[in-house]
């Protein structure tokens, strides 16, 4: 899982900047401002997001037996980055509105995520 988990959160940061690139060089001429800016948070949600991944994977390469509650953290991340930034991405490029609905889905599985987290670190002993 570990291993999974820390390719999983390189991509998804390399998609990160990729994703910050093209809208910076790409789509700057061809959306709104708005849609823009919704595509950026997408990108800098799914840094961060990435970035807590990759915490989550040290965690468990350091813990021989991971609580159940930090594997499902990073589960977790991984879902909030597909929903949330995904959402923002369609939603972005579509204009169809009815995506915004979607990304507070996101938002929850981000916010259960770190809460998943605190709960394991609460039980991690070093």
């Known amino acids: 899982m570990t291993q999974i988990f820390i390719s999983l959160a390189a991509i998804l940061g390399g998609l990160s900047v990729a994703a910050g690139a093209f809208a910076s060089h790409a789509l700057r001429e061809k959306i709104s401002e708005r849609s ?9 949600y799914q840094m961060y997001h990435a970035l807590a991944l990759l915490l989550v994977a040290i965690l468990m390469s350091r813990i021989p037996s991971p609580p159940t509650t930090l594997i499902a953290s990073g589960w977790l991340f991984i879902v909030g980055i597909a929903i949330f930034s995904g959402s923002l991405y369609a939603l972005s490029l579509t204009g169809i509105k009815i995506l915004g609905a979607i990304t507070p889905l996101g938002g929850v599985a981000f916010l259960l995520g770190w809460g998943a987290l605190a709960i394991a670190a609460w039980h991690l002993k070093f």
Request: negative net charge.
């Open 36 to 44: 823009l800016e919704i595509f950026e948070v997408g990108a800098r």
